[in-house]
């Protein structure tokens, strides 16, 4: 197969994942499941009320783990696997924590991957940062300790780290296994650093070929990427319901259902 480009990037937001019944920060006013933000997905807010927290998060891993992939991510993985094998270069960043990029790809190799907001299926211990794979939901949806396994959570494979229950403190909360101290879920709150913006820039300052997806343009370093694309050249695409905040650094808008028009853009790259 041939491409007319070189090498592309994709950046993915919550409305790829809508049609598959993952809420959007924007349906929600701000509040997730009727919680303030900042008590949810803040440092502080853990350090406040670290049981708050894990309910939290554990309903999300339940819920994340009951979604499908939609067409949209399946187009996605498809054109990756295809631009692989047909060397052209392509990196997919997504804000998403949901896993349903890697759910949809199989085993999508770090190189072409960058989950910038961290991920679901990841925890880490608060002391020493060590990263583990985890599927376990701690709290049930009455709140109360639990041991569910959210099972259809994507894990990367290739992290041995895989945890077996871990020990919990009385409130049960998940301790880790190497400092056991407390674990948090691997996403990243608001206030701290996204993973991987250096190699996100180093690759948006070379691609020939930007394609934003379901992404508002209001949460920085992601809402700036189109910008530095363009400022180097690439012609830049947007891919949303509706005009984002960051509409004025893309030469193409393409507004519809990602399920319709990311299948119908990827066949004509
Ligand atoms: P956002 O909620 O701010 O914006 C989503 C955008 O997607 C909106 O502009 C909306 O018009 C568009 N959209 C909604 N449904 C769509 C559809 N079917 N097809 C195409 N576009 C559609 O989300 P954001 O820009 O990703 O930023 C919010 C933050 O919240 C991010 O940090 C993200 O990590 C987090 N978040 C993640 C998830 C998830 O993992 N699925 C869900 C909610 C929020």
Redesign the pocket.
Known sequence: MEFRYKKIVFLT???I???SG?????DTDGLWENHRVEDVASPQGFKRNPALVWKFYSLRRLQASEVQPNKAHVALADALHSLEQASVRALLIT????TLHERAFGALPNKNFIDI?GTLSRSRCTKCNKIFSDRWAYFNEEQQPAERHADHLWSNPSLTNLLSMPRRNPQGIPLSPCCSDLLRPDIVWFGERPHGVENAIEQLTSCDLFVSI???G??YPAAGFAAVARKAGAHTVSI???P?ENSAAFHEHLHG??TEKVPDFLKKI
């Open positions: 937001g919550a409305g994942s809508a049609e993952v809420r959007t920060f924007r804000q998403n924590v949901d907001h379901g992404t508002s209001n949460v949303n319901l509706e984002t259902l990602a």
